[in-house]
């Protein structure tokens, strides 16, 4: 299926999102340290458009995720959020940072999430159908027979049957679970949805149904997706762009054709070497193999925080944040991508 051609028009808007986790220590437990899990990433969604976030675990991604729905605030107790963002509601532009949980309410009808892991983001002692009726109950005045049709409806639509309303998970497998999820993100008519590596916990061939139903869906409600994923080929074939994280910053953002095919920034081919090829005799060009480990967020790197593995870091990397600028068609957040270039066609 042909990826969602986007209408142009602006919903969210990310500006500078900072995200720091306190670490507490000692007798007292007090604030020892910081984690820099998001450090500076700004980005735009579109309607109706798939924008891929990609990264290494511990890259921000997920967090990045919680953050632009504000639920980091009322779960971890500490956490410091700095920037913008701004969602492009039908009553007007809100910084959705800057809302209290309670004020936050009358949004999160508006834009939903599906969770990484189908098997724990399900209440085990509710029915799916009283799973899915959960946000109607909260954001709409339908009345009971209402919720019940629309319940079945959803069910039918995610590609299981109305009669399995009065079920408990613990009954299905984990693509129906994910399915389910999909359905309760889906119940409120929401504009963005927020997905959490929806299909990292689930079996390749169930990955792909589990992908086509998310873009059937959004061709036939019109809604935009943030897909969480550290598999660049999963994203590519469902993004119309793609940014690449890297310990809490974006290094290259650019529509997913010339980010997979045609990657610019060190780490963006190293991460793309490292997709699987289906032919196990084929040798694979330009193999990238980085050094070392990913370092702590609690200590970043001066700089650059992707020079400790680069290839072709330089001692000009140690000074300054790289920002975004044009290479190619795309935004990329290096100075030296000639230097990578060259580098790879002499190997």
Excluded: W
């Excluded at 890259?59 to 729905?69: D, H, N, R």
């Excluded at 009322?74 to 913008?84: D, N, S």
Aim: glycine share 8%; aromatic share 4%; net charge positive.
């Amino acid at each position: 299926m042909s990826k969602t051609t986007s209408s142009g028009k602006v919903l969210l808007e990310v500006k500078n999102l900072r995200v720091r986790f306190p670490v507490q220590g000692g007798i007292m437990m007090r604030k020892v340290a910081e984690v820099k899990a998001v450090d500076g990433v700004s980005f735009t969604v579109k309607a109706r458009e798939t924008l891929g976030l990609v990264g290494e675990s511990g890259c921000g991604k997920s967090t990045t995720g919680k953050a632009l729905i504000n639920l980091l605030r009322p779960t971890v107790p500490g956490v410091i959020l700095e920037g913008q963002v701004i969602y492009h509601a039908p009553d007007g532009p809100v910084d959705l940072l800057a809302l209290s949980n309670s004020q936050m309410r009358r949004y999160r009808s508006l834009i939903q999430m599906i969770f990484q892991d189908p098997y724990s983001s399900l209440n085990p002692r509710l029915t799916v159908g009283k799973i899915i009726e959960e946000p109607l109950l909260v954001h709409t005045n339908m009345l009971a027979p209402e919720r019940n049709k629309k319940v079945k409806e959803l069910l039918v639509r995610v590609g299981l049957g109305g009669e399995q309303a009065a079920r408990y998970p613990h009954e299905f497998s984990g693509g129906q679970r994910q399915r389910i999820g999909i359905a309760r993100a889906l119940a409120t008519n929401p504009e963005i949805i927020i997905a959490d590596e929806p299909v990292s916990a689930l079996d390749v061939s169930i990955q792909a149904q589990v992908i086509n139903l998310m873009q059937e869906l959004q061709d036939e409600f019109g809604i935009a997706y943030v897909f969480i994923a550290h598999d660049l080929s999963v994203v590519e074939h469902i993004a119309d762009r793609i940014a690449v994280m890297y310990l809490g910053n974006v290094v290259e953002l650019g529509t997913s054709d010339h980010v997979y095919f045609e990657p610019q920034h060190p780490y963006s081919r190293a991460l793309l070497s490292a997709v699987p090829m289906p032919d196990p005799d084929r040798s694979r060009p330009n193999r990238i193999v980085l050094e070392g480990d990913v370092p702590t967020p609690m200590a970043k790197p001066s700089g650059c925080g992707f020079r400790t593995r680069c290839p072709i870091a330089e001692a000009s990397c140690a000074k300054d944040i790289p920002a975004l600028r044009q290479v190619k068609g795309r935004m990329v957040a290096c100075p030296l991508t000639e230097k990578m270039s060259k580098l790879l066609k002499s190997s």
